[in-house]
């Protein structure tokens, strides 16, 4: 059985840090890509940082330059970099496990879906 868990969320000041970190079992890590996406409330959910199994990365606009989306096959988890963190950053983040990637657009088909770990932005 698949089982996608995230942490490092948490309250952090505008301009702050915080590094997510996403661990998965049960997958055979190496053959699939990992994503990171985020729902703000009354919004939907929006890919924003992908890294393909070969580590090639694709950023939305939102977050290019400020977060690093990083993998690590030795302990099969993934991990999201956040620095100048902003208020409109706050949301729930979750992590996944998705099927193809391409470089315009991230990740493909999702197989995987975490639950989430939240990350608020106090102005």
């Known amino acids: 059985q698949v089982q996608v868990v995230e942490s490092g969320g948490g309250l952090v000041q505008a301009g702050g840090s915080l590094r997510l970190s996403c661990t998965t079992t049960?997958?055979?890590?190496?053959?699939?890509?990992m994503g990171w996406f985020r729902q703000a409330p009354g919004k939907e959910r929006e890919e924003i940082a992908c890294i393909s199994a070969s580590g090639i990365t694709h950023y939305s606009d939102s977050v290019k330059g400020r977060f690093t989306i990083s993998r690590n096959s030795a302990n099969s988890s993934v991990y999201l970099q956040m620095d100048s963190l902003k208020p409109e950053d706050t949301a729930m983040y979750y992590c996944?496990?998705?099927?193809?990637?391409?470089?315009?657009?991230?990740?493909?088909?999702?197989?995987?879906w975490g639950h989430g770990t939240l990350v608020t932005v106090a102005s």
């Open positions: 996944a496990a998705a099927q193809s990637f391409n470089s315009r657009d991230g990740c493909g088909k999702i197989k995987s």
């Open positions: 049960g997958l055979r890590f190496d053959g699939y890509q």
